[in-house]
């Protein structure tokens, strides 16, 4: 960022917003923003309590159990719909239709079809990750040289070696900017699966804090959930751009 013809460092732009905070919540506007010192003290507060701890557990299982079976399965699935055009016509209308349907309405189905608990959560999660990762994959194999499958063949390559061999890391950048988009995706799916599905992790939290209009608590679990997410986006999109070479490549 630029100002006045200076070029600020990186991240500039946070430390502007959060001083605009602070002022807001000093000047005592709204109730519903607090200043910003009062929730980072708030947050230090609340960090080492078992209730934050036994809500971070049960949100980053749920979380990472989400994200995991959404790059294992919607990796694969966008590269073979990528190889195959019968499976891609197949497949790619309902990857479309999920992409952009409002998920939320499937979590009442969701519900009476696995239950209250967990694993519900988890599916949600899965959902909101997987339709990315499936539709970037499937362009990285798109772009691919058809050259460099070709003479895979010619050397013997079978369709398993073509496929973790040449698929996969032609396609890689690709797959990274799915990944990185659809871990975004997952912090919504689970948040919304513990505050609809099961009262549990940072939903329960954000559930008793707001009922009970305690916007300090509120905030320093939005702030601690909104830097995780911040934290992980920014490292995958550091491996996507180490892996951009290959972009290039193909």
């Known amino acids: 960022m630029t100002v006045f013809g200076y070029r600020l460092p990186g991240m500039s732009s946070l430390l502007l917003w959060a001083l605009l905070w602070e002022i807001v919540g000093r000047t005592g506007w709204t109730f519903f923003i607090p200043p910003l010192s009062d929730v980072l003290i708030t947050?230090?507060?609340?960090i080492g309590t078992p209730a934050f701890l036994k809500a971070m557990y049960e949100t980053a299982y749920a979380f990472f159990a989400g994200v995991f079976f959404a790059v294992i399965i919607g990796i694969p699935v966008g590269i073979l719909i990528g190889k195959s055009r019968l499976l891609d016509e197949?497949?790619?209308?309902?990857?479309?239709?999920?992409?952009?349907?409002?998920?939320?309405?499937?979590?009442?189905?969701?519900?009476?079809?696995?239950?209250?608990?967990?694993?519900?959560?988890?599916i949600t999660t899965t959902l909101f990750a997987i339709w990315i990762i499936i539709l970037n994959s499937r362009a990285g194999v798109k772009q691919i040289n058809r050259s460099l499958v070709d003479m895979a063949r010619s050397f013997g390559a079978t369709p398993m070696d073509a496929f973790f061999k040449i698929y996969f890391w032609a396609a890689l950048p690709e797959i990274l900017g799915g990944v990185r988009i659809g871990v975004i995706r997952a912090v919504k799916g689970v948040i919304i699966g513990q505050l609809l599905?099961?009262?549990?992790?940072?939903?329960?939290?954000?559930e008793?804090?707001?009922?009970n209009f305690m916007m300090k608590h509120f905030w320093a679990v939005l702030i601690v959930l909104f830097a995780v997410a911040f934290t992980m986006s920014e490292f995958l999109a550091y491996l996507e751009r180490r892996v951009s070479y290959y972009a290039a490549s193909r």
């Open 90 to 122: 197949l497949i790619l209308p309902w990857v479309n239709i999920f992409l952009s349907a409002p998920l939320t309405a499937l979590v009442p189905v969701l519900m009476v079809l696995f239950g209250f608990g967990m694993k519900s959560i988890i």
């Open 208 to 211: 008793l804090y707001s009922n």
């Open 43 to 46: 947050l230090f507060e609340v």
């Open 197 to 206: 599905i099961s009262i549990v992790g940072f939903g329960a939290l954000f």
